[in-house]
């Protein structure tokens, strides 16, 4: 079965950088995309960023352009965000996800399927 483990959440000051990894295994060689959303208590889970394997596509919301930073690692199906220049707003458990197939970013971040996997999370809390 498909597992994801996500590492590298944390306490951070604003201003402060953490960076977030995400290994996806059990799943078979092939098209995918994979990234991370962020839910914080009260609000609606949010797509942060991703990447997919169609046409090496990256996705970042308008809010985390220009701070974080997403790549992955070989052919390993991990992924890795950078977050610099943390804002308190950033706060929030954040989970990756990954979806066999080939299909845009915009469209995996954006629809959701029974045919995702998801990460157990990891709690990014930035302080003032």
């Known amino acids: 079965e498909v597992q994801l483990v996500e590492s590298g959440g944390g306490l951070v000051q604003a201003g402060g950088s953490l960076r977030l990894s995400c290994v996806a295994s059990?799943?078979?060689?092939?098209?995918?995309?994979i990234g991370w959303f962020r839910q914080a208590p009260g609000r609606e889970r949010e797509g942060v960023s991703c990447?997919?394997?169609?046409?090496?596509?990256?996705y970042y919301a308008d809010s985390v352009k220009g701070r974080f930073t997403i790549f992955s690692d070989n052919d390993k199906k991990k992924v890795s965000l950078q977050m610099n220049s943390l804002k308190p707003e950033d706060t929030a458990v954040y989970y990756c996800a990954v979806r066999q197939g080939r299909m845009s970013t915009n469209y995996f971040i954006s629809v959701r399927s029974k045919d995702d996997y998801w990460g157990q999370g990891t709690q990014v809390t930035v302080s003032s």
């Open positions: 990447i997919s394997t169609r046409d090496a596509g990256i």
């Open positions: 059990g799943f078979t060689s092939g098209d995918f995309a």
